[in-house]
């Protein structure tokens, strides 16, 4: 029932008094605004549903709050307001108490009042605080309401018409998942924005796809190179397959093809979706200078993003002109309403509701599984994008698996997509075929295709630790600028440590802070500082103005995420297509003389001792199946680059010549890899509606679901460290959140992931100290912090483990 007039009927506790009248007529304005801004969306969705999406929208709006009108709702509301006003701050207390959820009620005066309004809608209005879900099905049992479990039952008939039996019933899902995501993401996207308005807060613009081609010739024309040329004759394919070397200028290439697919009515933004965040975020600084707008949701970007705001100022002289800049709103702004806006910013990239997102081909993946609220979101703007896959895995089965499944759901809604790599093999094309999604051939840029960029030579040592190749890393000490890939954290920790010793103890030509280890196992802030530390050491303006210098120690995350070079690289040995991505970093930038070398490359074998028969064996992490007891098993792809990798002259074909040979066919999948492949086919099929009991909880967790991981590595957990503290004496830290933005910021500033094996012995032999956090009416969550002995910020994270050895990024 409802209060009677003339109570106002409010929309929410807040002091400021705002009706449910005036909210619901805020929200519909808001709604038109979004579906006027997008009017490629409304379009295809009635191209592809014969809907109104518009109009759909509009009445969702008019009634996903209307149950608030009851007086189990309203009237702790208004207990809560008189509160907020008396006490000058809002309270919400008794409606969380009350435990009545306003949008189920919303269903019932919806069919009171004879609206037989589409279920698309009903979704939408019972999505819209994500308790459509099994996790939250208590909730609409109610004995003083029988109507929800009613609808309850009415939703679960609808999520039940497809069998994961049926081959079909993944496109059909992914259809009808779009029909009802459609109504469902938007009408949370008005009502968060006016929300947010409400509450005084300032929103960022939905802006539109605007690219500006950056290179022009004298007379001011566009000036085309390479690839840039060749994007013409593939942009009309529906999937394409680029293959062209680092360097190429893939970049202005993909952006010029996005641009295409725009203006031909095809997509209104660019989704980018790269290996890793760390290069996500590489790409996100090369391509904003010549875009409207560009979202990078990963939490390495957020963190950029608002570092300025505690920390004292530097120029960009100060900082190294090669640095990433970060505009910040400065003004008559506080640094709260700064961070607000900056999160809002950073909700809409991870939403896929910026003009161009570059983003991990995981965070796409797992959108699709409809494990979590948003997910839904992220898929319907998905539908909307031209997708550019830049660089893949090509060792990892779990990875192009998880691909091929995402290019089936694409090719359902019609989504054009680029792949794009340097090393592509041919044997790839009938991968990906699996998806329906059929590449005519591989489009090639052969411009020096032939020239001899570097010479490769094989280190005949096995290595074992640092000093066995310790006549290689002699270079570096004489202060000759060197880049070193390898493979796991652990072995480029102990590098960093050899390093750092021979500096103490020999006369050598290099300073302790020309040495840059830089991995994965470190907080937001020491990798942003890592990053700008290499880009001034070893930068194109360092290389430019003849002042290159130092030693970077990489591990994956250096493959392509940061713009660096040096003329000598050594790399622990990889799979074909990884080396040939490693040595992109090698002799790329011009002396100052306008000359370029030729790369000196080193391969190095990793080995370590098997624990079982005390034999010296070949280190195959992170290039293979881990299973817990037993460890790292080698694939096929190391093997045979092992056997194929020989010395002499290297040149971008030979490079694409190996990786035919290394990856001949496609490998018969491994009983995991088809099982996680089916369980993301699955959960596409049953979570298209309803979203499951086990959800996934976290908004950064990109990883896994119960039943399906992104990638074939173990699970990881998050510890905390770099506090202001020392040794165990964690009980005068003050950076313990106490609210919703201050436990974002505490997992930004001092989050590490760490695998769940190691893990596992830090709480066993109390390397951690274990505290509890507690925010309003969650439950209470534990957290491990990192005493200072196990983190610092040269070298980041590390336990004494014995399985260490084996970490992988």
């Known amino acids: 029932m409802s209060l009677p007039e003339p109570l106002p009927v409010l929309a929410k506790p807040s002091r400021r008094g705002i009706t449910l009248a005036a909210h619901t007529r805020r929200v519909r304005n808001e709604a038109a605004r979004v579906a006027s801004a997008r009017p490629f969306v409304c379009q ?20 996903h709050d209307q149950g608030k009108r009851h007086v189990r709702w309203q009237k702790p509301c208004q207990e809560d307001y008189r509160e907020s006003v008396r006490t000058n701050k809002d309270c919400g207390s008794r409606i969380r108490r009350a435990g009545f959820r306003h949008e189920l009620a919303s269903l019932k005066f919806m069919r009171e009042a004879n609206r037989d309004l589409p279920l698309m809608v009903r979704a939408a209005v019972a999505a819209h605080h994500s308790k459509l879900s099994h996790r939250h099905q208590k909730r609409w049992i109610d004995k003083d309401e029988p109507t929800f479990e009613v609808f309850w039952s009415e939703f679960l008939r609808a999520a039940s018409q497809f069998r994961i039996g049926v081959k079909t019933d993944f496109e059909r899902a ?87 697919q725009v203006e031909q009515g095809r997509a209104d933004r660019l989704v980018i979706a790269m290996p890793t965040r760390f290069t996500a975020n590489a790409l996100a600084i090369t391509a904003a200078k010549n875009l409207s707008a560009t979202g990078l949701y990963h939490s390495s970007a957020l963190y950029t993003r608002t570092k300025d705001l505690y920390a004292p100022r530097q120029t960009h002289e100060e900082i190294g002109a090669d640095a990433p800049l970060f ?49 839904h979101a992220i898929f319907f703007n998905l539908a909307h994008s031209c997708l550019v896959i830049d660089e893949a895995d090509f060792y990892d089965d779990f990875t192009q698996q998880n691909i091929v499944m995402l290019l089936r759901a694409l090719r359902a809604l019609d989504v054009p997509v680029l792949l ?47 000093e066995d190749f310790s006549r290689l890393l002699r270079r570096a000490l004489n202060g000759e600028p060197t880049i070193i890939y390898i493979n796991t954290v652990r072995r480029a ?75 000598l690289m050594i790399s622990e040995l990889c799979p074909v297509d990884r080396l040939a991505q490693r040595t992109g970093r090698l002799a790329r930038f011009e002396h100052t003389d306008g000359t370029k070398s030729k790369g000196e490359l080193f391969v190095v074998e990793p080995h370590r001792i098997n624990k079982k028969t005390g034999l010296l064996e070949l280190s195959p992490a992170p290039y293979g199946h881990y299973t817990n007891g037993t460890g ?56 298209w509606l309803i979203l499951p009991q086990e959800e996934v909880r976290a908004e950064n967790d990109d ?31 003050d950076e313990l959140p106490t609210t919703y933005r201050g436990r974002r910021r505490f997992e930004l500033r001092h989050g590490v992931k760490c695998h769940a094996y190691e893990f596992a012995y830090a709480v066993k032999n109390d390397l951690l100290v274990k505290k509890t956090i507690e925010i309003r009416e969650r439950d209470p969550e534990t957290v491990y912090l990192v005493p200072e002995k196990y983190y610092a910020e040269e070298s980041g994270l590390l336990f004494t483990n014995d399985e260490s050895e084996d970490f992988d990024d």
Request: aromatic share 10%; with cysteine; charged share 30%.
């Open 493 to 567: 920790q102990e590098l960093y440590h050899w390093f750092i010793k021979q500096i103490k103890e020999d006369d050598v030509a290099i300073e302790r802070d020309e040495i840059v280890l830089y991995h994965s196992r470190f907080t937001e802030p020491h990798k942003v500082n890592k990053e700008v530390k290499l880009l001034r050491l070893l930068g194109r303006e360092a290389w430019k103005n003849g002042e290159a210098r130092g030693v970077a120690i990489l591990t994956q995350i250096g493959e392509i995420s940061v713009n660096i070079s040096a003329n």
């Open 632 to 687: 790292w098993e080698m694939n096929e792809a190391l093997k045979r680059s092992r056997e194929l990798i020989v010395e002499g002259d290297y040149s971008a074909k030979r490079f694409v010549d190996l990786t035919n040979e290394v990856y001949p066919v496609p490998e018969k999948l491994a009983s995991h890899v088809f099982d996680n492949r089916e369980a993301l086919r699955k959960c596409a099929i049953l979570n």
């Open 420 to 466: 794009m790599s340097a090393t592509v093999p041919e044997s790839a094309l009938e991968v990906y075929a699996e998806s329906g999604l059929k590449a005519a051939k591989i489009h090639e840029d052969k411009a020096n295709y032939e020239d001899t960029r570097l010479t490769l030579t094989r280190f005949s040592r096995l290595v074992l630790q640092p």
């Open 174 to 260: 992914i259809n009808e998942r779009y029909k009802f995501a459609g109504v469902r993401a938007l009408l949370q996207l008005a009502d968060r924005r006016v929300s947010a308005a409400e509450e005084g807060e300032i929103l960022p613009p939905l802006e539109t796809f605007r690219y500006e081609f950056p290179h022009k010739d004298a007379a001011g024309n566009p000036s085309y190179r390479g690839v840039q040329k060749d994007v013409r004759k593939f942009w009309d394919e529906p999937f394409a397959v680029l293959r062209a070397p680092t360097g190429a200028g893939k970049t202005d290439a993909a952006l010029l093809w996005a641009q295409h």
């Open 327 to 375: 505009e910040c709103i400065h003004g008559d702004f506080t640094i709260g309403e700064i961070e607000r806006f900056i999160d809002k910013e950073q909700e809409l990239a991870r939403k896929l509701e910026t003009p161009v997102t570059v983003t991990t081909i995981d965070h796409l993946c797992i959108a699709l599984t409809g494990t979590r609220e948003d997910h």
């Open 703 to 733: 990883e896994h679901t119960k039943d399906w991981r992104s990638r074939d590595i173990p699970y990881q957990n998050t510890v905390y460290a770099n506090f202001r503290t020392s040794g165990f004496d964690f009980d005068e830290v």
């Open 44 to 63: 295809k969705y009635q191209q592809r549903t014969g809907e109104d999406l518009a109009a759909l929208l509009d009445q969702s709006a008019l009634w």
